[in-house]
């Protein structure tokens, strides 16, 4: 058998150790690769925080997340491991002579140092003035950086400038937890390993496509935050924008990170702006109101606590996209994603083209298209759905819709399927920017978002209202309507 490859052991840094992505995300996802033996043995994970805490004070907390977010017992055996490696460091991290603290646990010369920014971007200057002032940083080291990067393209910039400052860009890793989800990565084998895919993977066989990102949740405490952001910065310059560009782009050279940066780039270049002279056919904008979720009255949006009764803030969001290159000329690309909808499900659904002669005209009027469904959440796999002979010796040959299913928990049972986190932390500290997000790329989704946001500020008009539980606004579907399509429900 031949051996793992090894990798050279990290200090994991992580600022804001004791906030809640910290301990519902990072240290629930670093358990779990402990668990799974895949963390290099020397590899120390270093809590910081501004809250006096001693080394068994910040094991116990994290001790203490694994029994509330986990949702599976803990192994002790495991744990004991896992508690081994971690250690605390008290830092006020707006102080940069605090930084020099971190000497202490450091070790140059045995471990790369993984410096991973859990805090507001509000504070990343500060972390990197206190890094570099300190001199624990080396050529080795990396900082991996959450969104939101920026509320805008100018605001992202600022960012991104600070960060080089102190890093270079081949050490910085920008983290969209969508990109380790097994299904995103699947869409590069599906696409370019699979010839029934690669050669009709374009406008002459594709009807339109349709990217769904549906959360059940509302603003769940996040409400400040959120009324300064919505649900189009939220999640769709982000999350869908990623997605759209792994199933848009050309096939890169090779699996290596610049290759793949460059093809997504240039799907962000080919998006048609929207503006104040298409948005209104092309956008629509919702926030949810009182309703019922699985049988349980929920407030609506201006109802939620410490609400701001006036907020013209989305929820929801759905787009038309144009992609202005040859692959994709005449093919609309609809996206939405919204709060307190009807279940929580992430899904693509590839519209294949009608054949133009139908001679089953017993079974359908006209012949459904067939359709690649491809689930990131909650259960993960691919569907194909295409028609089949009805079983039996009647004299007419009758069809019907049937599914090959692909689910990847059934398909491999022996293999681990993890969530996002626990695959981009590990190629984090493993030094594989290929999942992690290029400046350019985030400055590219950025001007494209400005212009939307921009047109609806011109616009000016409320979002359209719709009732938690249900699946958007009524214009959505005014929205595929007009060009004769309807959503997947």
Same mark, same amino acid.
């Given at each position: 058998? +031949? ?12 600022? %804001? ?17 402990? +668990? ?82 859990? #805090? ?15 001199? $624990? ?25 600070? $960060? ?19 299904? #995103? ?67 890169? #050279? ?45 407030? %609506?949006?201006?109802?939620?606590? %410490? ?73 993960? %796999? ?20 049937? +599914? ?86």
């Amino acid at each position: 058998m +031949k051996d793992k490859k090894a990798y050279k052991p990290c200090d994991l840094v992580i600022f %804001g150790a004791l906030g809640d992505l910290s301990r519902r995300k990072l240290l629930i996802s670093l358990y779990r690769l402990e +668990k799974s033996s895949l963390l290099e043995p020397d590899t120390r994970i270093i809590g910081v925080d501004r809250h006096a805490e001693t080394n068994p004070g910040f094991a116990q907390i994290t001790h203490t997340s694994l029994q509330e977010f986990l949702n599976k017992e803990i192994d002790d055996s495991v744990w004991k491991r896992f508690s081994a490696r971690l250690s605390y460091i008290k830092i006020d991290l707006t102080q940069p002579d605090q930084y020099e603290q971190l000497h202490k646990v450091i070790d140059q010369k045995s471990r790369v140092m993984v410096n991973y920014f859990a #805090v507001s971007p509000v504070l990343f200057k500060s972390i990197c003035q206190g890094l570099a002032k300190s001199g $624990v940083l080396t050529e080795e080291s990396r900082m991996v950086m959450e969104k939101p990067i920026g509320h805008d393209l100018a605001s992202s910039k600022e960012i991104n400038d600070e $960060v080089a400052r102190v890093f270079n860009e081949k050490q910085v890793y920008r983290i969209d937890h969508y990109l380790g989800k097994e299904t #995103v990565l699947n869409l590069l084998a599906l696409r370019f390993a699979n010839s029934i895919f690669t050669t009709n993977w374009n406008h002459t066989a594709i009807d339109h496509i349709q990217i769904t990102v549906a959360e059940e949740i509302g603003i769940e405490g996040r409400w400040e935050y959120f009324d300064k952001t919505g649900q189009l910065r939220d999640m769709l310059q982000n999350h869908l924008l990623q997605i759209l560009t792994f199933i848009a782009m050309e096939p890169p #050279v090779n699996l290596e990170a610049r290759s793949i940066h460059m093809e997504k780039i240039k799907v962000l270049e080919a998006l048609r702006p929207i503006t104040i002279n298409n948005a209104h056919e092309k956008t629509v904008r919702g926030q949810y109101t009182a309703g019922y979720l699985k049988g349980k009255a929920v407030p %609506g949006y201006l109802e939620e606590e %410490g609400a701001n009764k006036e907020s013209s803030t989305e929820s929801f969001v759905a787009l038309r996209v144009d992609i202005d290159n040859w692959r994709w000329a005449d093919v609309p690309f609809y996206l939405r994603t919204g709060k307190r909808m009807h279940n929580k499900r992430t899904e693509i659904v590839v519209y294949f083209k009608q054949l133009p002669h139908n001679i089953f005209k017993d079974s359908y009027r006209d012949l459904p298209p067939n359709r690649l469904i491809i689930h990131l959440q909650p259960n993960e %796999g691919v569907e194909i759905e295409m028609l089949n002979k009805i079983p039996g010796i009647d004299e007419h040959l009758k069809i019907q819709k049937t +599914k090959l299913d692909l689910s990847f928990s059934e398909a491999f049972k022996k293999n681990s399927i993890f969530g996002g986190y626990e695959k981009l932390i590990l190629e984090a500290l493993r030094g594989n920017p290929t999942l992690f997000l290029s400046r350019e790329e985030v400055e590219q989704a950025w001007t494209w978002i400005d212009s939307i946001q921009a047109a609806w500020a011109h616009i000016n008009e409320a979002p359209k209202p719709y009732a938690a539980g249900s699946w958007g606004p009524v214009a959505s579907i005014a929205l595929l309507a007009r060009d004769g399509r309807t959503w997947e429900e």
